[in-house]
């Protein structure tokens, strides 16, 4: 589902050439849980921006569902990160001024569905997460651990093929972090692929497989 | 479509402080635009109203160099003894104190002869005109119009009462009907009859009584003549030339003649010209507001990054987001526009309450419509920049935002 092939991201620093990602070879399958592990400027969330196609590779080849990205244009990218991707974020990412019923509507605003459709599904994504008593709540009138519950019925809403999570429970405490990761179990137990960027060891366990990465060379692969 | 713009109405909702503070320049733009045109407008009909008023199928004739060979009244009536003239009538203007037994004030004198009733289109309310015979005979006789017979007399029907003239009695003939403008008072912008604005006295004698009584009028100096209608003007015009030209040598520079459709279309021209630099002055106060609204529109681009990042990361493309903030510089400017209109309508009130029905300021809904199209261009033009902008940004650099 997911192959990386030699890719390469250079950032420039004067005269010198940083690789924050450097010749990284890597393969994940479709509906495995897998978590890339590695300490701070280790290049994961470079490899996090690489999948999710919200930056481009500079050298190497990036495969998603058998379909080179590199190919795509700015606008294509937009409607692979809509339909394919599913973003969770540490921060969570909300808007502040929309409801949680209108934060988890908005990717299916982009993706022109009728208010019928929309409304019935994001319904549905707010009572998998089990939210729906909190559909008019803003952002700000919820606990940590419902933003973030929010924030994954956005990224269900649109039924991607991709979960994407860069440490979804960095700003949770363990108990509320913990119930969040049983979401995560939840959705792979249904058959969705997905991928966990953490430095934490613990939360890395959680996956069926672990892809570590140190100065942006992918280090070792282990079956957890 | 309906989402986009239910995002923008709330972003533009946001900051109401912000958004309004951002319409003010749009509201005084277009409120100055509408109010300063239509007034400018309403002046402009009502000195035309008044000049078509007066009727437009005469000429007014001045002699500036008579070469030592001025204009006799004995020759003025055989001079222009045609067909194509209706009637033509010298013009002589002094003033005096006119005195009667209830009142004393100044008063407009016109020396002048019957002709002049004709061509100006004045109708009598009681009494005669000035006759020919009144001129033969130097008569001390005046036609006075109504307000000046009310003036002097209390009541409009004063044919037959002594009016004095600096000392000389002269008898009224006629009075004139209420409607009859004379140039000098249409000129000025006219009150209406309940205004208690002073009104100016007339009193209209024979030339050649005239020439006697004031030391400034002896030869003609100005005259009027006018055609059977608007049609004949011109050949009236071109004869009255070939007469003048014949009577003063072929000299093109002793006399002038000014037709009255000429004036009318001088006044429409300044009209115009003035309607164009007022509107100008107040078109540039709405571009002043437009860089307003582009200025927040990029400050609200710098602080919306983050969202610009979340909402391209959930997969809004760069049309949806430059659409966005495109919508919502136009809400701005569409917004501010109407209450702009607003405030001039409820401006031209106010000053229509303290004008009277002396000007007729209403709203041009010719203005009213420009601004609205002015403002949607503003709107657009001022918006496309910050807008593209947002549209531009990468989404990564865009969720990195922290500011």
């Known amino acids: 589902m997911i192959k990386l092939q ?48 919200l930056d481009t590779a500079d050298e190497g ?9 590199e190919r795509y244009s700015e606008k294509e990218l937009a409607k692979i990160r809509n339909q394919k991707i599913g973003f969770i974020f540490q921060n969570f990412n909300l808007l502040p001024r929309l409801t949680a019923e209108e934060n988890v509507e908005l990717p299916l605003i982009y993706q022109k569905l009728s208010l019928q459709e ?14 729906s008593q909190r559909m008019k709540h803003r952002p700000t009138e919820l606990s940590g651990g419902q933003q973030q519950r929010v924030a994954i019925a956005r990224a269900l809403v649109t039924k ?22 049983e979401l995560f179990h939840n959705l792979h137990e249904a058959g969705n692929t997905i991928v966990l960027i953490t430095h934490d060891r613990q939360v890395a366990e959680e996956a069926e497989r672990k892809i570590h990465i140190r100065d942006g060379k992918v280090r070792e692969v282990e079956v957890g | 479509m ?16 912000r958004t309004f503070l951002t319409m003010l320049g749009i509201i005084i733009g277009v409120a100055a635009l509408i109010i300063l045109v239509s007034i400018a407008d309403g002046a402009g009909n009502s000195v035309s109203s008044q000049i078509s008023e007066m009727g437009s199928n005469y000429l007014s004739v001045r002699i500036s160099d008579n070469k030592e060979n001025p204009l006799k009244l004995t020759e003025f009536s055989e001079l222009f003894d045609e067909e194509v003239f209706l009637s033509s009538a010298p013009v002589g203007r002094t003033s005096a104190t006119g005195k009667s037994g209830y009142s004393s004030s100044s008063i407009n004198i016109y020396g002048t002869s019957g002709g002049y009733f004709s061509v100006m289109g004045m109708e009598l309310y009681a009494g005669r005109l000035l006759k020919k015979t009144d001129l033969e005979n130097h008569s001390y006789v005046i036609v006075i119009s109504y307000d000046t017979a009310v003036e002097y007399f209390g009541r409009g029907d004063a044919v037959g009462e002594t009016l004095s003239l600096d000392g000389k009695s002269f008898q009224v003939a006629g009075v004139l009907s209420k409607d009859a403008a004379s140039p000098s008072s249409a000129m000025s912008v006219r009150s209406s009859e309940d205004t208690s604005e002073t009104v100016s006295l007339e009193g209209y004698i024979p030339y050649s009584t005239l020439s006697r ?8 100096n100005q005259f009027y003549v006018s055609s059977e209608n608007e049609e004949s003007m011109d050949e009236a015009e071109l004869r009255l030339e070939e007469i003048l030209l014949k009577r003063f040598g072929n000299d093109e520079d002793a006399f002038s003649i000014q037709n009255q459709s000429e004036i009318m279309e001088a006044m429409a021209e300044v009209d115009h010209t003035m309607s164009l630099m007022l509107g100008g002055i107040a078109a540039i106060s709405l571009l002043v507001g437009g860089i307003g609204i582009m200025n927040i529109m990029l400050v609200s681009v710098t602080e919306r990054t983050r969202e610009i990042g979340i909402r391209k990361a959930i997969g809004a493309g760069q049309s949806s987001i430059m659409f966005q903030f495109l919508l919502e510089a136009l809400i701005v400017s569409l917004a501010g526009c109407l209450a702009g209109i607003g405030c001039s309508w ?7 309450a303290i004008m009277g029905s002396s000007i007729q300021v209403a709203m041009n809904g010719k203005v009213a419509l420009l601004s609205v199209l ?19 940004k990468k989404p990564i650099d865009a969720l990195r935002y922290s500011g």
Not at chain 1, 11 to 38: C, K, P
Not at chain 1, 118 to 131: F, G
Not at chain 1, 160 to 166: I, N, T, V, W, Y
């Open chain 1, 160 to 181: 991607p093929s991709l979960f994407l999570a860069d440490e979804p429970t960095g700003n949770l405490d363990s108990r509320t972090g913990q119930e969040i990761m």
């Open chain 2, 346 to 352: 409820c401006g031209l009130k106010v000053i229509g």
């Open chain 2, 213 to 220: 009584i004031a030391d400034n009028v002896l030869e003609i």
């Open chain 2, 374 to 392: 002015f403002s949607g261009v503003i709107g657009i033009v001022f918006g496309l920049y910050p807008a593209k902008k947002a549209a531009k």
């Open chain 1, 118 to 131: 929309r409304k019935h599904r994001v319904r549905e994504a707010m009572e998998q997460v089990e939210l």
């Open chain 1, 6 to 53: 030699e890719v390469s991201k250079i950032y420039e620093m004067g005269d010198d050439r940083v690789y924050a990602l450097d010749h990284a070879n890597m393969e994940i399958r479709e509906g495995e849980f897998v978590s890339i592990v590695g300490p701070s400027g280790s290049g994961k969330s470079t490899m996090m921006n690489i999948i999710g196609c």
């Open chain 2, 2 to 17: 309906i989402q986009t713009g239910k995002m923008a109405w709330n972003a533009v909702c946001a900051n109401k402080l």
């Open chain 1, 61 to 69: 080849s990036y495969i998603l569902d058998g379909i080179s990205i």
